[in-house]
C-alpha cells in the first residue's frame, strides 16, 4: 500500500523560505517507472501544479513559481523535497506530495492532479505580507 506523509509546512513572512518533505512507503522513487510532484490547493479552489519530476530527473515547474521553488529527491532514504524561497502571500496554499507509476524515461508528468494516482495528507503552507 502506497504512503505519502508531507511535512514542514508552517508561517513564514513574505521572502521567507520553507522546505516542505514527503515520505513514501510502498513506493520506491527510484523505482523503474516512478515520478512525482507537488500540488496545492486553496479553500474553494481546485488542485493545482507546482513542479513534477520524471524518473530521469527533469522537472516541470508552473510559471507562478519558476526561480523560487526547488524539486529534490533522496532515493537513499525515499524522500521527496520542495524548496520554497522567496515566498509570496498568494504562495498560502496546502501543498500536496503526489506520486505516479507508468512514467517512461523521457516523460514528464503534466501539472495536472488527474495525472497522479497516489496522494498525501497535506501540509499547511502560510504566508503573511
Request: net charge positive; glycine share 14%; hydrophobic share 35%.
Amino acid at each position: 500500500q502506497v504512503r505519502l506523509v508531507e511535512s514542514g509546512g508552517g508561517s513564514v513572512q513574505a521572502g521567507g523560505s520553507l522546505r516542505l518533505a514527503c515520505v513514501a512507503s510502498g513506493y520506491t522513487l527510484n523505482y523503474a517507472y516512478a515520478c512525482m510532484g507537488w500540488f496545492r490547493q486553496e479553500p474553494g479552489k481546485e488542485r493545482e501544479g507546482v513542479v513534477t519530476i520524471g524518473r530521469d530527473g527533469n522537472t516541470r515547474h508552473a510559471d507562478s513559481v519558476k526561480g523560487r521553488f526547488t524539486i529534490s529527491r533522496d532515493i537513499a532514504k525515499n524522500t521527496l523535497w520542495l524548496q520554497m524561497n522567496s515566498l509570496k502571500p498568494e504562495d498560502t496554499a496546502m501543498y500536496y506530495c503526489a506520486a505516479r507509476t507508468g512514467c517512461s524515461n523521457g516523460f514528464l508528468p503534466p501539472l495536472q492532479s488527474w495525472s497522479f494516482g497516489y496522494w498525501g495528507q497535506g501540509t499547511q503552507v502560510t504566508v503573511s505580507s
